[in-house]
T-cell receptor, first 114, second 111 residues
Framework: NAGVMQNPRHLVRRRGQEARLRCSPM?????VYWYRQLPEEGLKFMVY????????ESGMPKERFSAEFPKEGPSILRIQQVVRGDSAAYFC????????????FGPGTRLTVL | DAKTTQPTSMDCAEGRAANLPCNHS???????VYWYRQIHSQGPQYIIH???NNETNEMASLIITEDRKSSTLILPHATLRDTAVYYC????????????FGEGTQLTVNP
């Protein structure tokens, strides 16, 4: 049973470029969560999505950040016009639709902005 | 979500039990206690969770006090690979409940 998959594992962007981070949830999971871990800091919730719907984006910066979870395909976290402060590890977690709702995390994408 | 308090760091000898405490004195009746760990900079790994009864799985045991204001995660035979930051999180077991990670406890297992 494959776990949560994220790609790329490492991403390098120059300031002003766009970063796209992908997350494929575990099989049978239709809830996706994105968290960010800045260097030397704890994990912070960003956004929670179900298929085709953003449920809670209260942790996501208002500017330049967006997320989607289309009917088909992985969830995408998109960062436009990246700045050095966006350098961080971005983790995706998924959970099942019903019943116990334990979140299982992927390996993360490490974004470095030059 | 209720706030949790954990020691900043702990040491444990390889092969011995590691007991990691967590205080959550403001926990409400429908909130569960979750434990995750993060090894180096990997993705957080789910360990165990419980509501009020003690729980055990292949990784660990979770002991929750009767008043639910504190809990202890027990790794029965710690190995070097258990060196990690351990997070105690209180959360509702419902869809959409975000996990609020604190500072956690850095557990170092020594040979």
């Amino acid at each position: 049973n494959a776990g949560v998959m994220q790609n790329p594992r490492h991403l390098v962007r120059r300031r002003g470029q766009e970063a796209r981070l992908r997350c494929s949830p575990m099989k049978g999971h239709s809830h996706v969560y994105w968290y960010r871990q800045l260097p030397e800091e704890g994990l912070k919730f960003m956004v929670y999505l179900q298929k085709e719907n953003i449920i809670d984006e209260s942790g996501m910066p208002k500017e330049r950040f967006s997320a989607e979870f289309p009917k088909e395909g992985p969830s995408i976290l998109r960062i436009q016009q990246v700045v050095r402060g966006d350098s961080a590890a971005y983790f995706c977690a998924s959970s099942r639709l019903a019943g116990k709702d334990t979140q299982y995390f992927g390996p993360g994408t490490r974004l470095t902005v030059l | 979500d209720a706030k949790t308090t954990q020691p900043t760091s702990m040491d444990c000898a390889e092969g011995r039990a590691a007991n990691l405490p967590c205080n959550h004195s403001t926990i409400s009746g429908n909130e569960y206690v979750y434990w995750y760990r993060q090894i180096h900079s990997q993705g957080p790994q789910y360990i165990i969770h419980g509501l009020k009864n003690n729980e055990t799985n292949e990784m660990a045991s979770l002991i929750i006090t009767e008043d639910r204001k504190s809990s202890t995660l027990i790794l029965p035979h710690a190995t070097l690979r258990d060196t990690a930051v351990y997070y105690c999180i209180v959360s509702k077991e419902t869809s959409g409940s975000r996990l609020t990670f604190g500072e956690g406890t850095q557990l170092t297992v020594n040979p």
